[in-house]
């Protein structure tokens, strides 16, 4: 892997060998898919808007600065760029809530400290999510259970920010963090789904859920997408790993 400055921007070289036919045909998949969904989708985004805002007072959306990469040519060969944009969510947590909780707890994970993972959570658990949240609303925790306030992230696929499969995208200060080789899973476009959601979801480690992303990314495909996303509607409807 080539991890290189071009000014203030950071650099990756791809991780595998995708064709711009296939960048294309991606692209147009996640449109074909998103576009009619948003459409279909619109009265259960109002429904939910307000059932947010009833059961706690604030905003029903979420923005979030997440960690994502525009795919560039550089110097002959296909570089990602990272950079961040504005992720959308149905908001699951009190207004304006402390994030150093959650930084605490994603310290912990990325290194793998499953005794500071179990005091934060207050209790061991079998889910390396932070389940036992303060800030998280009554209704919240029915949309995390059920994945419905990762919705508003069809706006982000619009946009091109986001594919509907792909490493999900992280938070910067989860980022920096990183150990080199973890920066692997930045070298393709977030998704909404990806192979780490359909086969281990919350209940595996950070390391493994690098290597899943990275797998993903060596073997991407058209038919690997389709596959990802049909396999991701069970995984959701069983809740396993979601809270």
Not at 62 to 75: L, P
Request: with cysteine; proline share 5%; net charge positive.
């Amino acid at each position: 892997m080539a991890l290189t400055k071009e000014g203030c921007h950071l650099l990756i070289e791809a991780e595998s060998r995708e064709s711009t036919l296939y960048y294309y045909e991606k692209r147009i998949l996640d449109l074909i898919i998103t576009i009619p969904l948003l459409i279909i989708l619109a009265p259960l985004f109002l429904l939910i808007s307000t059932l947010v805002c009833l059961d706690s007072s604030g905003p029903a959306f979420f923005n979030q600065t997440r960690v994502g990469t525009k795919r560039k040519t550089h110097g002959g060969k296909t570089i990602w760029e990272i950079t961040n944009f504005t992720c959308y969510k149905f908001r699951t947590m009190v207004h304006d809530a402390d994030s150093s909780l959650h930084q605490a707890y994603i310290k912990a994970f990325i290194s793998n400290d499953t005794r500071g993972m179990t005091a934060l959570q207050g209790g061991d658990t079998s889910t390396c999510k932070l389940v036992n949240d303060p800030r998280i609303t009554r209704f919240g925790k029915l949309l995390r259970k059920t994945s419905l306030d990762e919705l508003p992230q069809l706006a982000n696929v619009i946009r091109g920010e986001m594919s509907l499969v792909g490493p999900r995208p992280d938070v910067p200060y989860s980022v920096e963090l990183y150990k080199p080789w973890h920066f692997k899973r930045l070298s393709a476009l977030p998704g909404l789904t990806g192979l780490w959601q359909t086969e281990g979801r919350s209940n595996v480690t950070f390391d493994n859920m690098v290597r899943m992303d990275i797998e993903y990314i060596r073997n991407q495909s058209i038919l690997l997408d389709l596959k990802i996303l049909l396999l991701t509607i069970p995984a959701v409807l069983s809740g396993q790993g979601a809270e």
